[in-house]
């Protein structure tokens, strides 16, 4: 029979292309192996811009666990810094997720909700071995589980340009310790010294956590933070920027960032971990002995980097052994020695290491984080992703330069956000 | 029906006990070998064209997620969203702009390049090439030189303060039509050597003859230009503007690397291809709408494509 070529025919053909198309899309999770058998066999571990810096310590973990674990080689895979998210989007998207993998919550969440992840919690004791906040940095709400093994983690501290401080009307030595008494104090620096600065940043989601204001409802199903307090924030530095309390670059694409205007001495606040003090000295030495070190405003930021295990590892044992070995309290602390960053295993905060100033800026900065990590939040809900947050940065960018109030801003970003989150 | 004795002898054909003369390949290896010919080349359409763009369409009418799973037909609610999405609104005004402004500008200004330096004379390949140079330097790289010019302490404000031109620098890289202007800039400086060359080649079609019956007639420069080369050139014209067209509603590494990938403040000066990258990335893309917001603008594409058609088509009647 002869098909005749007709409008129809080709429409019908297409769409029953498309239909068989619609089956070939996405990959599923495979099945993993047995998570209680015999720790043997090869696997793979991604680590994400950790080497050459950290090749010798990595190596040597690697070789502790093979030697522990007869039969076992580990295959270390590091990936560069940029476009991480996407390389892990894609071997998840490809079913190629290695064994174990170095992931952050907010990437680990994703994972999880797809069933890529194995929960290990079914095979470790989590809340006897790490910090009871950074095992929950692994919970995700809708997820029954614990999706990943904290492995470091970070905070910031406060940097202030102590000589700009001093020299234009403020006391270096009692920085400011909430957001009120930093406006206070930039609006006194404007004007004795209306070319240097105090605040160079927009505000954004963790801003309105510092202040106590909650970004989602207790469902995490809505975004609720377009309160009064919260436009009451933003207009708060729309009026530090009216008033000149803030370089005009904040809202301008070639802005620098809060950390290199300070490292050129153009701000006199950032923040910044416990290594970046030795960056500044590095970059400008006269910030030499001339940076003074103080707690985060209000409340410390909680930075989480964990390894996961993937659901599919056909060595699933050894996948957990190793995510285990890698994150335990000695192998924790050895790289939180060489590396600068914090430990989350429990018992770490006897190591005087972390607890003892000897009077450097470097352990000054490290034992301030330390001492805030006790009571560090996570300030960005993970559920808030890229989409959400250029949004609400573009409204709050509007805010600031006067074109709408906060209250409008906020008002337009929670309904959007919300739309956005409906169809996550 | 009938059965044919197979081994009977043919009237006409070889006789019997002969051996038979290979007559080619049968009507079936005549109909398979060009498609055999072909197969590559339709592989290749299929899988990095057909497929894709398929698979765009199915993705628009769904929830679609980067990881897949819970997938769901969602019927026509990414296109109800696109109705009421103000960014949309805002993105299609700023591409559409773009393009207004760039097409007369890439369509005119390099037939007066190509005019120019069409002329046979000592050193000429230099103004060519000099002209050309823009064309192959990446886009990335140009968009963050016109940056630096152009930036608030850059080049082009610190001349103009320094001549007294402006009090103030201009905001170049915050105010919304300053940066689609200033991307029309950029993107004009880095085409015109592209589209001279395409009327380069079409000049050199133009008769000598031609122009010298015109000049004889007493025609001018002008009427010359209009009578004769203009006419010879509207092809390419033509193809031109449609090209403009094209790239134009596709901009997006100006105008994200000039606002740092913020498209300014708001967002205002986003571009639909911007939007479209903002919607998809990450774990957390949204695929389903991003696809939507890319078939929007197909469509967008196709319209001055179908009025430049058009115009053809009357201009050749």
Known sequence: MRIQRTPLATAASALVATALLAGCSGGSPGEGSDPEGEVTGAIRFQTWSLTPTYAEYLNGVIADFEEANPGTSVELVDQPGDGYSEKVLSQASTNT??????????????????????????????????????????????????????????????????????ACGLDSTAPPA???????????????????????????????????????????????????????????????????????????ADYLGNSQLFT?????????????????????????????????????????????????????????????????????????????????????????????????????ARVTGFESLQTAQVLTPYSVNGAMNDYLAQQIALAIRGDISGQEALDKSVEKLNDLLARQ | MTVTDVTAPVAGGPPAGHPRRDRG?????????????????????????????????????????????????????????????????????????????????????PLLIALLVEKKMPGITFFR????????????????????????????????????????????????????????????????????????????????????????????????????????VRGAMLLIAVLVCVAALRVFSEVFIMTGGTGGAGGEAMTMVMLIQQYSRGFTGDLGYASALSILMFVVTLLPLLLLAKINGRSSE
Not at chain 1, 306 to 317: D, H, I, K, M, R
Not at chain 2, 31 to 43: D, N, R, S, V
Not at chain 2, 83 to 101: E, G, I
Not at chain 2, 180 to 195: E, F, M, N, P, Q
């Open chain 2, 25 to 109: 390949p049968t009507r079936t290896t005549r109909k398979i070998t060009p498609w055999l010919f072909l197969a590559p080349a339709l592989g290749w359409l299929f899988v990095f064209s057909i497929w894709p763009s398929l698979n765009t369409i199915r993705m628009a009418f769904t929830n679609a997620k980067p990881l897949g799973g819970n997938e769901r037909y969602v019927g026509f609610e990414n296109f109800a969203l696109i109705l009421r999405d103000d960014q949309v609104v805002n993105a299609l005004v700023n591409s559409v702009v773009f393009m207004l402004v760039c097409l007369p500008l890439l369509t005119v200004l």
């Open chain 1, 97 to 166: 997720l290695p064994d174990v993998v170095n992931l952050p919550p907010d990437f680990a969440l994703p994972l999880a909700q797809q069933d890529m992840l194995y929960d290990v919690s079914q095979s470790t004791d989590m809340e006897s071995t790490y910090f009871e906040g950074s095992v929950d940095a692994f919970r995700f709400d809708g997820v029954e589980g614990v999706y990943g093994y904290p492995w470091y983690l970070g905070t910031d501290v406060n940097y202030w340009n102590a000589e700009q401080l001093d």
């Open chain 2, 129 to 232: 090439t000099a002209f050309y140079t823009p064309v192959i330097a990446s886009a990335v790289v140009v968009a963050l030189i016109w940056t630096f010019m152009l930036d608030d302490r850059g080049l082009v404000n610190g001349l103009a303060q320094a001549m007294s031109i402006i009090q103030e620098p201009l905001p170049f890289l915050t105010d919304r039509w300053l940066i689609v202007l200033s991307a029309v800039s950029l993107t004009v400086w880095k085409g015109l050597g592209y589209y001279m060359i395409i009327y380069l080649a079409a000049l050199g079609n133009v008769g000598k003859d031609l122009h010298e019956a015109a000049a004889m007639d007493g025609a001018g420069a002008v009427r010359r230009f209009a009578a004769v080369t203009l006419p010879a």
């Open chain 1, 178 to 252: 909430t957001t009120d008494e930093l406006f206070e104090q930039a609006s006194t620096m404007a004007q004795a010294c209306p070319e240097s600065y105090l605040i160079s940043r927009v505000p954004g989601v963790g801003d309105f956590t510092l202040e106590g204001i909650d970004i989602l409802n207790e469902d995490g199903t809505e975004f609720v933070f377009n309160t009064p307090e919260a436009a009451a924030i933003v207009d708060r530095y729309a009026e530090a920027y009216a008033n000149g309390e803030m370089p005009p670059t904040v809202l301008n």
């Open chain 1, 264 to 364: 050129q001495g153009k701000v006199a606040w950032t923040t910044g971990g416990a290594t970046a003090i030795a960056d500044f000295e590095e970059n400008n030495p006269s910030l030499k002995g001339n940076v003074a070190i103080s707690p985060a405003l209000n409340i410390s930021p909680l930075y989480v980097q964990g390894v996961s295990v993937s659901a599919s590892s056909e060595n699933l044992a050894t996948a957990i052994a190793f995510g285990e070995f890698v994150t335990d309290a000695e192998n924790q602390n050895e790289f939180a020695h060489i590396a600068n960053v914090f430990p989350s295993t429990q018992g770490s905060d006897a190591d005087p290491y972390f607890t003892e100033d000897d009077g450097t800026p470097s352990a000054k």
